[in-house]
T-cell receptor, first 109, second 115 residues
């Protein structure tokens, strides 16, 4: 069983829709990262969180430590939000980061 | 604007060639990492370094080596490139200490094709 699972793998939505991307994990973590990767490769760190909720512009990230689950929400989605979104776990057991396989988001104009 | 710069965005090499991938950061970060990214597999750690002249193997170090002679520069070396090393290579850096608790800053990636 994978230690981190993202869903959905692919998501296509219309501009303006509310988007939710989920990340579930099965291990103890000290923090969870959400990353964004645009076509072409470069990765940008969006959030690092260990509890509760963080907001930056139209992006909101939440984490429930007891349920081992995090969500990334995008409000009023826009075609420029089209990217791969990656969940990454900072492990408790060692100084490692485990990356999810990513969710490919495509926002249609 | 802080930056991690990878020297080559696209490279095409032949089997058996020696390949150097260079990564330079201007943030005075102690920690530097090399990952490879393949479809369906996510990012996998090849090597990392917490200090100058220091290196540690990641999850998939076979076929690779690294060099960190200066704090700002972390090089990935493929001694004899093989076709299964065709991939996207990503360099990252972070502040010192427990790497999982620090934000990673990534380079733009180097897409290597080995023929």
């Amino acid at each position: 069983k994978n230690e981190v699972e993202q869903s959905p793998q692919n998501l296509t939505a219309q501009e303006g829709e509310f988007i939710t991307i989920n990340c579930s994990y099965s291990v103890g973590i000290s923090a969870l990262h959400w990353l964004q990767q645009h076509p072409g490769g470069g990765i940008v760190s969006l959030f690092m969180l260990s509890s509760g909720k963080k907001k930056h512009g139209r992006l909101i990230a939440t984490i429930n430590i007891q349920e081992k689950h995090s969500s990334l929400h995008i409000t009023a989605s826009h075609p420029r939000d089209s990217a791969v979104y990656i969940c990454a776990l900072a492990m408790n057991r060692d100084d490692k980061i485990i990356f999810g396989k990513g969710t490919r988001l495509h926002i249609l104009p | 604007d802080v930056k991690v710069t990878q020297s080559s965005r696209y490279l095409v090499k032949r089997t058996g060639e020696k390949v150097f991938l260079e990564c330079v950061q201007d943030m005075d970060h102690e920690n530097m990492f090399w990952y490879r990214q393949d479809p369906g597999l996510g990012l996998r750690l090849i090597y990392f370094s917490y200090d100058v002249k220091m290196k540690e193997k990641g999850d998939i170090p076979e076929g690779y080596s690294v060099s960190r002679e200066k704090k700002e520069r972390f090089s990935l070396i493929l001694e004899s490139a093989s076709t299964n090393q065709t991939s996207m290579y990503l360099c990252a850096s972070s502040l010192p200490g427990y790497s999982g608790a620090n934000v990673l800053t990534f380079g733009a990636g180097s897409r290597l094709t080995v023929l």
